[in-house]
């Protein structure tokens, strides 16, 4: 059974940092390109960060210079290294392997508040 579970999220004040984790198991993250999205309270959900089997990186216009998605193959995890944190990052975050063989994998999300 494939599981993902995102964690490290919690409360910052903006302009701080925290790196969320999304630690897969039942796959080799090798054969999957991520995904990490959020959704904010009222918001739709949004993509804000992928990195792809070749490690090559998209990030979404708002977080760009602020966010580093990364993966550890050894380890089969996924991070989001996320610093200056303003309000509107604030939301739920959550990972998604997209693997090579067609088949998509998610889990729960992890909750980043920043206070003003």
């Known amino acids: 059974e494939v599981q993902l579970q995102a964690f490290g999220g919690g409360l910052v004040q903006a302009g701080g940092y925290l790196r969320v984790s999304c630690v897969v198991s039942g796959v080799s993250i090798n054969g999957c390109g991520f995904n990490w999205d959020r959704q904010a309270p009222r918001k739709r959900r949004e993509l804000v960060a992928r990195?792809?089997?070749?490690?090559?990186?998209y990030y979404v216009d708002s977080v760009k210079g602020r966010f580093t998605i990364s993966r550890d193959n050894a380890e089969n995890t996924v991070y989001l290294q996320m610093n200056d944190l303003k309000v509107e990052d604030t939301a739920v975050y959550y990972c998604?392997?997209?693997?090579?063989?067609?088949?998509?994998?998610w889990g729960k999300g992890t909750l980043v508040t920043v206070s003003s």
């Open positions: 990195i792809d089997v070749d490690d090559n990186t």
């Open positions: 998604t392997c997209k693997s090579i063989w067609g088949m998509d994998y």
